[in-house]
Structure formats: C-alpha cells, structure tokens
C-alpha cells in the first residue's frame, strides 16, 4: 500500500508560469510533509516543509498547501524557471516515527524557456 | 554546510559479490537512512538507525545489513550481490528543523551495476 503518492510522474510548463504539483496520501498520522527536489546525478535536497497544522508556508516563490480533510498537499512554483526543471518528490512523516519519511515517486518538472 | 559523502558516485560488481556502500556526515546527525532509487519507484527506505550500534529495517531490507559503529559513519552491506540489486543508492542523515520536521540531507549517491 503506497501511502504517499505522487500520481503525476511528468508536467512541463512555460517559463514565468505557474508549476502545480501534487501530492496524495493516505496514513492520517503523518504530521510533516516536506518536498524535495532533485536535479541528475545529485542527491534529493530539501525545498519546502509544511506542518499538519498549518494550510500553507510559503518561501520565495515556493508554496505548499496542505488540505488535510481531502489529504492532499500540492506545491505551486511561481514564476516557474528553467532552473526549477528537476524531479520533485513528496515526503511525509509523523511525530511518533521522528525522522523516518515516507516518499511519493516524484514528478519530473520541466519548465521551457 | 552539511556534508554527506558517498564512498563511491558509480560501482560495477559482479553477481555473488559482497558490497560495502559507505556513507559519512559531519554534522553529527542521529539519524541516517539509505534508500534505493529506481525509476517509477521514487526512493524506497531500505534501513535506518536512530544511533551508533542501532538499526532499524524499512521497507525493502531483503537481501541488505546496515552497520553503525561510528555516529558519522553508516554502511550499507551486500552480502551477495544480484543483478536485482541494480540501482541508484542514496544515504542520508536527519536533523530537526525549526519548524518541527526533520529535514533529511543526502548524499550525491552510488550508482551500482551489478553484472
């Protein structure tokens, strides 16, 4: 049972747009949610973090909502870059299992000039 | 910055070969993790450990051991490699962030080829 899913494995928008990804999950426990991002051959690093008990957190141009009813959480890129093309993954954890994630598939951003 | 380094960035072995993956921090992080990356299956947690001597499994231990002898050192073991265990290996450790999470940082990973 894969609890965290991301169901998008691709999106491409234009340069200056707005990017949406989103991000499914199903285990209520979980009180973090954090995404990543990840270009070749590197690692994943970590992008932007939402708790449980907030809606949204917005960083720069980065925002992640939280809707916790619908279990659901999406990150909105805006104005999307070329530098922003990158394989994006969802995370989730919860309190009682502190630091141990659970990670959706990731959804390859490409954003066009 | 947070360092974590990868003993190698690519590995060729052959099928029946033990592997040593070895991961080191320098941030004196409690928790370090190794994943595998494998495409349309995102990363998948293959063990953990809270602390030095201390090991937990995820979800896919099958056919891995972990060591954690050192706080900053966490080692990933083959004991027979299979061409299945072909992937992209990532290491990580964990440290608490300001807003409660805990924010994981990872290495630049091993890709191995198992032949």
């Known amino acids: 049972d894969q609890q965290v899913k991301q169901n998008s494995p691709s999106l491409s928008v234009q340069e200056g747009r707005i990017s949406i990804l989103n991000c499914d999950y199903t285990?209520?426990?979980?009180?973090?949610f954090l995404w990543y991002k990840k270009y070749p051959a590197e690692g994943p690093t970590f992008l932007i973090s939402?708790?449980?008990?907030?809606d949204k957190n917005e960083d720069g141009r980065f925002t992640v909502f939280l809707n916790k009813s619908a279990k659901h959480l999406s990150l909105h890129i805006v104005p999307s870059q070329p530098g922003d093309s990158a394989v994006y993954f969802c995370a989730a954890s919860a309190d009682t299992n502190a630091g141990k994630s659970t990670f959706g598939d990731g959804t390859t951003l490409t954003v066009k000039p | 910055d947070v360092k974590v380094t990868q003993s190698s960035r690519y590995l060729v072995k052959r099928t029946g070969e033990k592997v040593f993956l070895e991961c080191v921090q320098d941030?004196?992080?409690?928790?370090m993790f190794w994943y595998r990356q494998d495409p349309g299956l995102g990363l998948r947690l293959i063990y953990f450990?809270?602390?030095?001597?201390?090991?937990e499994k995820g979800d896919i231990p099958e056919g891995y051991s972990v060591s954690r002898e050192k706080k900053e050192r966490f080692s990933l073991i083959l004991e027979s490699a299979s061409t299945n265990q072909t992937s992209m290996y990532l290491c990580?450790?964990?440290?608490?962030?300001?807003?409660?999470?805990?924010?994981?940082?990872f290495g630049p990973g091993t890709r191995l080829t198992v032949t």
């Open positions: 990580a450790s964990s440290l608490q962030g300001r807003q409660g999470h805990y924010e994981q940082y």
């Open positions: 285990n209520s426990m979980f009180d973090y």
């Open positions: 939402i708790s449980s008990i907030k």
């Open positions: 450990s809270y602390d030095v001597k201390m090991k």
């Open positions: 941030m004196d992080h409690e928790n």
